[in-house]
């Protein structure tokens, strides 16, 4: 049984977007102090994005609940659905928790142009405020690098089924 196609077209549009941010990400913050309009530009498309895709992950979890979703193959061993629910529980924790931390971070910053959303820009609802951005900006930095971890092991483990274990392959419920 395959995903619903609303879940499967929100699953890779996620991933790209995700993936894009997690990169500009790292990408980005050299030039803070090199090139000041070239990072703020790059910052407000960071946000941007990264409002977008935390709006899409509230998206995709309310549309999990709406739909049945497939069980994993019957012939995969315990210890392996265990790792895949407690990896896809952790990716969906971490997908809410890092734009959290990325909107605290920003209305912290002393020196932040504000939260925009392409254009409008949200209320911050935290002052500045330098010691708690220090705290958050270790806490959306680390958590991000986790991400890139744990979409690592999320893909590594799709295709390890997928190219060996073929009577388990989860990838195609979601492709």
């Given at each position: 049984?395959?995903?619903?196609?609303?879940?499967?077209?929100?699953?890779?549009?996620?991933?790209?977007?995700?993936?894009?941010?997690?990169?500009?990400?790292?990408?980005?913050?050299?030039?803070?102090?090199?090139?000041?309009?070239?990072?703020?530009?790059?910052?407000?498309?960071?946000?941007?994005?990264?409002?977008?895709?935390?709006?899409?992950?509230?998206?995709?979890?309310?549309?999990?609940?709406?739909?049945?979703?497939?069980?994993?193959?019957?012939?995969?061993?315990?210890?392996?659905?265990?790792?895949?629910?407690?990896?896809?529980?952790?990716?969906?924790?971490?997908?809410?928790?890092?734009?959290?931390?990325?909107?605290?971070?920003?209305?912290?910053?002393?020196?932040?142009?504000?939260?925009?959303?392409?254009?409008?820009?949200?209320?911050?609802?935290?002052?500045?405020?330098?010691?708690?951005?220090?705290?958050?900006?270790?806490?959306?930095?680390?958590?991000?690098?986790?991400?890139?971890?744990?979409?690592?092991?999320?893909?590594?483990?799709?295709?390890?089924?997928?190219?060996?274990?073929?009577?388990?392959d989860v990838l195609n419920r979601i492709i």
């Open positions: 049984m395959k995903y619903p196609a609303s879940i499967r077209a929100i699953h890779w549009l996620s991933a790209l977007l995700i993936i894009g941010l997690l990169a500009l990400g790292i990408y980005m913050t050299p030039f803070q102090v090199d090139n000041m309009a070239f990072s703020e530009e790059l910052y407000f498309w960071h946000k941007s994005f990264g409002v977008l895709a935390f709006l899409i992950v509230l998206l995709r979890l309310i549309n999990r609940r709406r739909h049945n979703l497939p069980e994993l193959p019957k012939g995969m061993p315990v210890h392996e659905k265990l790792a895949a629910k407690v990896a896809h529980n952790s990716l969906y924790a971490l997908l809410i928790i890092v734009p959290i931390l990325g909107y605290v971070q920003s209305c912290t910053y002393e020196f932040s142009s504000g939260v925009h959303f392409f254009g409008l820009l949200l209320p911050e609802l935290f002052e500045d405020n330098k010691s708690v951005f220090e705290i958050v900006n270790q806490l959306h930095r680390t958590a991000s690098y986790l991400l890139i971890v744990l979409i690592f092991a999320h893909v590594a483990g799709a295709l390890k089924h997928r190219l060996f274990d073929k009577e388990n």
